[in-house]
């Protein structure tokens, strides 16, 4: 534009003009520097925006998604519904259910409950098909431990007798 100026003025040549015609050069000069500054200012703070909303994203999303499954190594034994082997009522447990044959269920030692276990939560033990749930609790002498839960079936778990086995559980949300 300076040029076009310069070029289109019969005072070429003469000391005001020239000037004049390096002042408008400069003055364009430093618009296109300017824009050009505004421009990478804009693209540096998009990119540390898109930066932040993805990892904000993805830190929202991770935190959406369902909680690791945990695992623990405890000692199984097995319990009946018979008189002799529990304290009040054999078919009512510690939490007030009522226990049929049949069910999955488990009794969970009382530092399991400190630990996060709760009554209904589904359990998975190694060696075992499906999942049980927490429906009792044992005396609070028993350290990580549980009782698996036999119907009336005495012999079914004497012969399950005491063992190590990883459970497995999703923490609560």
Not at 100 to 126: C, P, Q, W
């Amino acid at each position: 534009m300076a040029d076009a100026f310069c070029q289109g003025s019969n005072l070429v040549g003469t000391p005001s003009l020239y000037i004049n015609c390096l002042l408008v050069g400069l003055i364009e000069s430093s618009v296109n520097i300017f824009r050009c500054q505004l421009f990478k200012k804009y693209m540096y703070h998009s990119t540390k925006i898109i930066y932040f909303l993805s990892f904000t994203i993805l830190v929202l999303f991770s935190a959406c998604s369902s909680p690791e499954t945990r695992s623990m190594e405890v000692t199984a034994t097995a319990y009946n519904s018979v008189k002799a082997q529990t304290a009040n009522d054999p078919v009512i447990t510690a939490w007030g259910d009522t226990l049929k044959a049949g069910m999955k269920a488990i009794a969970i030692s009382r530092d399991l409950i400190d630990s996060g276990f709760y009554h209904n939560m589904e359990v998975t033990i190694n060696g075992l098909e499906g999942k049980y749930k927490v429906l009792d609790k044992m005396n609070r002498r028993w350290t990580k431990k549980i009782d698996i839960y036999m119907g009336a079936d005495v012999s079914k778990a004497r012969e399950w007798g005491k063992q190590e086995v990883t459970i497995r559980w999703k923490p609560a949300e």
